[in-house]
Nanobody, 123 residues
Framework: VQLQASGGGLVQAGGSLRLSCAASGLTFSRYAVGWFRQAPGNEREFVSA????????YYADSVKGRFTISRDNAKNTVYLQMNSLRPEDTAVYYCAADLWGLGSNTPSPYKFWGHGTLVTVSS
């Protein structure tokens, strides 16, 4: 099983990025997928999650209205569209998968994790 997060980069405040999380070795439609981020010196924090099947989505208050999680089960890929980016969004972003999960906002239920992709937002 492998999760590969990509799409990070350097962007100016107010800009947009789309992160992708591609899975191999598992069927994504059976998994809740969560996005978490970790800034230097900070703990890993919840960003967004999609329940297995994708019918429920959840967002941290700090990103609500700016970020959108979506999935393409045919491509075994989950996306995080990030708009109106702010310097405080700067972090390494990780995707994670939880079999038959409901979209937890805590890391513990997620068994599989990607290596992360760095997002840097300049002011």
């Amino acid at each position: 099983v492998q999760l590969q997060a990509s799409g990070g980069g350097l962007v100016q405040a107010g800009g947009s990025l789309r992160l992708s999380c591609a899975a191999s070795g598992l069927t994504f439609s059976r998994y809740a997928v969560g996005w978490f981020r970790q800034a230097p010196g900070n703990e890993r924090e919840f960003v967004s999650a999609s329940s297995w099947g994708g019918d429920r989505t959840y967002y941290a208050d700090s990103v609500k209205g700016r970020f959108t999680i979506s999935r393409d089960n045919a491509k075994n890929t989950v996306y995080l569209q990030m708009n109106s980016l702010r310097p405080e969004d700067t972090a390494v972003y990780y995707c994670a998968a939880d079999l038959w999960g409901l979209g937890s906002n805590t890391p513990s239920p997620y068994k599989f994790w990607g290596h992360g992709t760095l997002v840097t937002v300049s002011s």
